[in-house]
């Protein structure tokens, strides 16, 4: 039983009754006002329920979550250990850039990581840290999108299609620029199906794309692309979401989806984001901590790796820089910390 119910069960008289239906007027109303600040970024997904149990939410994988996550004994074809960023229209790389990079090298370990750009300041000082780590991989829009920007898509919308073709073309593991890699990916790169993808909220009716494990010449990969050919720029939300979740329905063979936690937890929510960036005391952040090293540098075991909502949470990341992050106590912090040299 909720707190809210056994507290409307004890209350017997008239007129704490009263009392009890403003309180819950109130409760809905906050509810509300809460839910229509996170419509502004995919609110529909997000359940306020869940939003207060970042911690405890039950979050038991399903069978094929399980499956997918627990992957197949290493076969002939396995997904390369490749791993795509995409860095487009800005030729300085920033520090978000450089903490993501660096967890993709420490927790991954990849034979190669390919940076798809379209321009570089290569004397830029991040750059020049990660420089020996990374392929260059240019790309020239107006040739290889030519369709999509004469109908004036914005950059991160043709990225949503570059990330698509750059698995099918190679293979390998996507992540965008607010991914912080937590764990290797080796056990889904023997995946069964051509694609891993992961839920993005505790209802699982979205699937994200800000990271995509997949063979070269997925079927999967390429479906999810065609659909794109036809798309008037305003329907992207549905593509980047609410689509690759109705292909894993349609084509669940060719997919594995693994659970919320493994790519997306905590969530995109305001709740989540303060979870995160919030300060934290001396015996909070010490509990924190042990927590996260109790779980191998992770919130959760089948963590797979954080996503930071650059979306809603930019404010938050753009403030960060090293000595932030090894100064200040928060949940954020301390995940990120052993990615710093
Ligand atoms: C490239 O980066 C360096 C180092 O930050 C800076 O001094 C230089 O002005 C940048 N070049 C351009 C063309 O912006
Ligand atoms: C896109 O539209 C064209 C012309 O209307 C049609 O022939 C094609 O099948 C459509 N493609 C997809 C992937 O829906
Ligand atoms: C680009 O994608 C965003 C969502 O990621 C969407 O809100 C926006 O309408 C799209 N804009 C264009 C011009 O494609």
């Known amino acids: 039983m909720s707190r809210l119910t056994q507290c409307l069960v004890q209350v017997r008289t008239k007129a704490f009754a009263k009392l009890a239906i403003a309180g819950v007027f109130l409760l809905v109303l906050g509810l509300s006002i809460s839910h229509i600040h996170n419509t502004q970024f995919l609110g529909e997904y997000l359940d306020p329920a869940e939003e207060r149990q970042i911690e405890e939410f039950d ?75 990374l392929y260059l991989v240019p790309h020239d829009l107006q040739k290889e999108y030519p369709k999509q920007l004469e109908e004036k898509w914005e950059t991160k919308n043709i990225s949503d299609l570059l990330r698509l073709d750059a698995i099918d073309k190679e293979g390998g593991i996507y992540l965008d620029t607010d991914v912080i890699a937590l764990r290797p990916f080796d056990n889904l790169l023997n995946s069964r199906t051509d694609a891993v993808l992961g839920h993005a909220d505790a209802h699982r009716n979205a699937v994200s794309n800000s990271i995509i494990v997949g063979r070269r010449g997925s079927s999967f990969i390429q479906r999810w692309r065609a659909s794109y050919e036809n798309l008037s720029s305003s329907e992207d ?10 292909l894993s329905l349609d084509y669940a063979d060719d997919v594995c989806v693994l659970s919320p936690i493994a790519f997306s937890w905590p969530t995109w929510s305001e709740n989540h984001i303060k979870y995160m960036h919030q300060r934290l005391s001396k015996p909070e952040a010490k509990d924190f901590a042990k927590k996260v090293m109790w779980h191998n540098g992770r919130l959760r075991q089948n963590q797979m ?37």
């Open 59 to 133: 979050f038991a994988d399903t069978e094929d979550e399980k499956r997918c996550f627990d992957g197949v004994a290493p076969g002939p074809n396995p997904i390369p250990k490749i791993v795509h960023f995409i860095w487009l229209d800005n030729p300085e790389l920033n520090f978000m850039t450089y903490l993501t990079i660096r967890s993709a090298i420490v927790s991954i370990r990849p034979e190669r990581i390919n940076l798809h750009y379209t321009s570089l300041n290569e004397t830029n000082h991040w750059f020049l840290e990660l420089r020996d780590h």
């Open 237 to 246: 939300d549905h593509h980047a979401i609410a689509l690759p979740k109705k």
């Open 305 to 341: 790796a954080y996503h930071g909502w650059s979306q809603v949470a930019s404010s938050q990341l753009s403030g960060l820089d090293e000595k932030i992050i090894m100064r200040d106590e928060t949940r954020f912090n301390i995940l990120a910390r052993r990615f710093l040299l």
